[in-house]
């Protein structure tokens, strides 16, 4: 294979990864947490659309462990979008690691 049909192959690559990658990011992606009390979307870009608290987790004497919950949901949340984006590396890069997101 010759130089100039590698960097056509390299270019042909990096142009389905940004499709796939701006695919990704309008994608919106639902978490449901601590038994249905907190739900979380989050947008591919890592950035939240939307968050619901079930009335009968908002105790004020229970603060502390709403807060923990939030952020153990939001966390999930983070998690789903990131493997959906090790999915879309793996397919393209064939498994092997290296593109950062």
């Given at each position: 294979m010759?130089?100039?049909a590698?960097?056509?192959?390299?270019?042909?690559?990096?142009?389905?990864?940004?499709?796939?990658?701006?695919?990704?990011?309008?994608?919106?992606?639902?978490?449901?947490?601590?038994?249905?009390?907190?739900?979380?979307?989050?947008?591919?870009?890592?950035?939240?659309e939307?968050?619901?608290?079930?009335?009968?987790?908002?105790?004020?004497?229970?603060?502390?462990?709403l807060?923990?919950?939030?952020?153990i949901?939001?966390?999930?949340?983070?998690?789903?979008?990131?493997?959906?984006f090790?999915?879309i590396?793996?397919?393209?890069?064939?498994?092997?690691?290296?593109?950062?997101?």
């Open positions: 010759n130089i100039n590698l960097m056509q192959q390299a270019q042909k690559m990096q142009k389905e990864m940004n499709k796939l990658t701006e695919e990704l990011e309008k994608k919106s992606f639902t978490i449901t947490s601590a038994g249905g009390a907190i739900e979380i979307v989050i947008k591919g870009t890592k950035r939240i939307s968050i619901k608290i079930d009335e009968a987790a908002i105790d004020p004497s229970e603060k502390e462990m807060e923990e919950m939030l952020k949901a939001i966390n999930e949340a983070i998690e789903l979008v990131e493997k959906e090790e999915k590396n793996a397919k393209m890069t064939g498994g092997m690691k290296g593109f950062g997101f």
